[in-house]
C-alpha cells in the first residue's frame, strides 16, 4: 500500500519546458527542485524522465503525450525529422537517448531491429520496455538477454490506436517485471488509465496480442473475400458491407457462448452444431469454386472441421474446435 501521509519527497530533476520548479533548494545543488501542489494538503509528483526510441505513429504519439504529461521525453528515431514537432529532446544515437532515462521504451518495426538499436551498456541498470510487435518466444528470449545484462525487462502490448493514447480508450497490457512495472507506475499512467499487469512470464502480453491478432485478421481476410465473392455475384460492396455489419453484430454473443463452453466442457450442439457448419460451408466453397475465387482460406477452415466430424465430435458445438491441437 503506499503511504497517503504527506510527504515532501526531494528529487533530482532538471527543469524543462513542461515543468517548472517551485524553487531551487540549494545553491550548491542546482540540479534539486521541489514541486508543490496544494489540494487538501500538499502532495509532491516526480516527473520522471522517459525515453522513446522509434517514432512511427504510436511511437510518436507515446512522445508526444508523456511530453504534455510533464515528463521530460529524450527521443530517437533514424529519421530525425519526424521528431521536429515534438517538444522533446532529439538525441543524435540510441545509446544517448537510452543513458537520459531511467525508463526507455521501444517501438519499433520488429525484434531484430530493437536488438540492433538497444545498447545493453547503456541499458544497464534500467528498465527496458519493449512494446514492438513480435512473438511470445521473442518476448521471453528478450527478457532472458536483459536479465544476463541487469536490465529490467517489462514486454507491453497496446490495444489502440495511436489517436487513442493518454484516453480512456487506450489499453495497455504488460508481462515481466513487476518491480519495474511498479517502479515506473505514475510515469506510465500518463498514457491512459487502463493498464493489467499479466504475469511475470515475460511472453504473455505478446501471447494475448497474437491471439487476438489472429481473430482480427482471419476476419479481416474473410471480409475481403466477402467483398470478392459479392461482386462475382453482382452485390454491390455497399449493399454486402449494410448487412455484413448486422451480422457481425451477434460476434459478442458467439464469443460469449464458446467462452462458456470451453469453461464448463461441456459443447451442446443444440444452438449449432459442427455438422451444420460444415454444410454450410460446402454451400459457399461451390459458389466461390464455381466464380474461380481463391478458395485456400474456407478450404483450411473447412479441413479443420473435418478433422473434429472424423473425431465424432460433429454433432457437439462449434467451440469444440478450440480443442483440437
Known sequence: MRCKQPLLLVVPQRPNAHTRPSRQLTDAHPD??????????????????VTVLGLGPMGHALAITFAAAGH?????????????????????????????????IACLRDYDV???????????????????????????????????????????????????????????????????????????AALGPNSEFLGADAGRAAALDVALQDMLWTSMTGVAHMFSLAAAEGISPQFVSTHAKGLVGFFPDMIDMLDEQ???????????????AAVVMDNILDTVRANGLDDSVLTAARAH??????????????GRLATLR
Open 305 to 318: 472441421v473435418q478433422r473434429a466430424v472424423d473425431a465424432g465430435y460433429g454433432s457437439e458445438g462449434f
Open 262 to 276: 470451453l469453461r464448463s466442457g461441456e459443447f451442446a450442439g443444440e444452438a449449432g452444431s459442427i455438422d451444420s
Open 114 to 188: 530493437v536488438a540492433s538499436v538497444i545498447d545493453a551498456s547503456a541499458l544497464k541498470g534500467r528498465t527496458l520496455l519493449n512494446i514492438t510487435g513480435g512473438s511470445p518466444a521473442q518476448a521471453r528470449a528478450m527478457a532472458a538477454w536483459a536479465s544476463a545484462h541487469d536490465i529490467a525487462y517489462l514486454d507491453g502490448v497496446i490495444m489502440s490506436t495511436p489517436d487513442a493514447i493518454g484516453s480512456d480508450r487506450a489499453a495497455f497490457f504488460y508481462s515481466g517485471s513487476e518491480t519495474a512495472l511498479e517502479r515506473h507506475r505514475d510515469t506510465l
Open 32 to 49: 534539486l527542485f521541489l514541486t508543490l501542489t496544494l489540494a487538501s494538503r500538499f502532495s509532491v509528483t516526480a516527473m520522471t524522465s
Open 72 to 104: 521530460r521525453t529524450t527521443v530517437w528515431n533514424r529519421t530525425p525529422s519526424k521528431a521536429e514537432d515534438l517538444d522533446a529532446t532529439v538525441a543524435a544515437t540510441a545509446a544517448v537517448a537510452i543513458e537520459s532515462s531511467p525508463l526507455v
